[in-house]
Nanobody, 124 residues
Framework: QVQLVESGGGSVQPGGSLRLSCAAS????????GAWFRQAPGKEREPVAS???????????NYSESVKARFTISVDNAKSTLYLQMNNLKPEDSGMYYC???????????????WGQGTQVTVS
């Protein structure tokens, strides 16, 4: 059974930092793309960052324009854990953050196969 469990959310002031974690069981980020999405109230869920599986031959690391240079996605395959380091947080970064696992080189649209339950981030 596949489980993605997020943690690390919370409330911070603008300019602060948080590190989100996504502990995976039943899937390996060596073989799958790992990604973070977020959803603000009244808005659609949007991609934040993605990282292709270690064995992927294409894809790599991708960030949305709004978080480039502030957020960093990484993975510890020994711990089966995906991370999102978020620095210089802004109020518009607030929302529910979801971990996702897709096919090896893509976490776009229908390529996402598993979702976590989410962790709330509030910046104010």
């Amino acid at each position: 059974q596949v489980q993605l469990v997020e943690s690390g959310g919370g409330s911070v002031q603008p300019g602060g930092s948080l590190r989100l974690s996504c502990a995976a069981s039943g899937v390996s980020f060596r073989l799958r793309c790992g990604a973070w999405f977020r959803q603000a109230p009244g808005k659609e869920r949007e991609p934040v960052a993605s990282l292709s599986g270690a064995y992927a031959t294409r894809g790599g690391v991708n960030y949305s324009e709004s978080v480039k240079a502030r957020f960093t996605i990484s993975v510890d395959n020994a711990k089966s854990t995906l991370y999102l380091q978020m620095n210089n947080l802004k109020p518009e970064d607030s929302g529910m953050y979801y971990c996702a696992a897709g096919v090896i080189s893509s976490c776009v649209g229908g390529d996402v196969q598993y979702w976590g339950q989410g962790t709330q981030v509030t910046v104010s």
